[in-house]
C-alpha cells in the first residue's frame, strides 16, 4: 500500500474529490509516499526497480549506514523527487528503515495518522497512447492530512516548510467547502481515537492563531500565492486567516 501526500494531496483533494479542476494548490516537486513498515513485493519487481526503470535516479541524501534515498527525475516534463516515509515505533529517534529490499523510508511520528485514516481517489483524466485509462490512487482523507500536517508543521527544520504546511491547511479549509462537515467531523473523531495527539493538534493551533500577531499568521500570509484572494489586502488577508482557524477550532470544541 502506496499513499500519496505532501503538497501532492491538496491537488488530489480538489481535481479529483470535488472535481474542481480550476484550483491550483502551491506545491513543490517533492512528493512525499507513506508506506507501511513491511511493503510487499507485487509481481516480479520492487519498487526500488520499478522507478529506476522509469528513468529516475536513486541518490543518497544521508551518510548513516542505511541512509536516506531519494528518487529524482523527469516524469512528463516535470522534474521531481520521490521520498518514502513510514511510521516511527518506539521512543527512538528519526531513523531509516529498510521497508522492502532497496527501498528505505524515513520513519517519523504520526505517520500511522496517514496509514490508517486514507481514501481511494478515482483519476479520470489519465491518458495513455492517447486513450483514457481508469487509475484509482490513495490519498489521506483530508481530515487526516490536516491532523497530520497540525501535528508536525512545528517540528520541522526551517520556516518555509512549517509555513507551507500550515498554509496547505488553510487553503483546504477554504477551498473545500464542498466537504467541510466531513473535515471536521472526521477531526472530531479524532479525539477519541488519538486523544493526546488531538489534544496536541488544539494545543498547536491556538497557540499559532491566537490573534493577529501569532506566528501562523505570518507564516501562512508568507506563503500567499499572488492570485490567491486577490479581493482582499494583506491586513485582510491576516484577518481572514485568523477566522478560519479560530472557526475551525471552535467547531472543534462544540458538542
Known sequence: MIIIGGGWAPLIYY??????????????????????????????????QLLVEAGLQSKFSSDDNLPVIHYEGDIEGDNVEIEFLTDKRGAKEDNVIEVQK????????????????????????????????????????????????????NRRKGKAKEAKDLYYIFDILVNCNEIEERIID???????????????FLHNMENSFSDLNAEGI?????????NALPYLNDGQFKQYVLETFQEMLEKLKKN
Open 15 to 48: 481535481h479529483y474529490l470535488i472535481k474542481d479542476k480550476s484550483k491550483e494548490p502551491i506545491r513543490t516537486r517533492d512528493i512525499d509516499l507513506f508506506v507501511n513498515i513491511n511493503l510487499p513485493v507485487l509481481g516480479n519487481r520492487t519498487v526500488d
Open 102 to 153: 532497496g527501498l528505505h523510508a524515513t520513519a517519523l511520528r504520526f505517520v500511522r495518522i496517514i496509514l490508517d485514516n486514507f481514501i481511494e481517489v478515482d483519476i479520470d483524466d489519465l491518458l495513455i497512447n492517447g486513450e483514457l485509462q481508469p487509475l484509482k490512487i490513495r490519498v489521506p482523507s483530508p481530515e487526516a492530512y490536516i491532523f497530520h500536517k497540525g501535528l508536525i508543521f
Open 186 to 200: 472526521g477531526l472530531k473523531r479524532y479525539e477519541k481515537n488519538y486523544s493526546p495527539w488531538f489534544s496536541k
Open 218 to 226: 505570518m507564516l501562512v500570509s508568507s506563503q500567499r500565492p499572488i
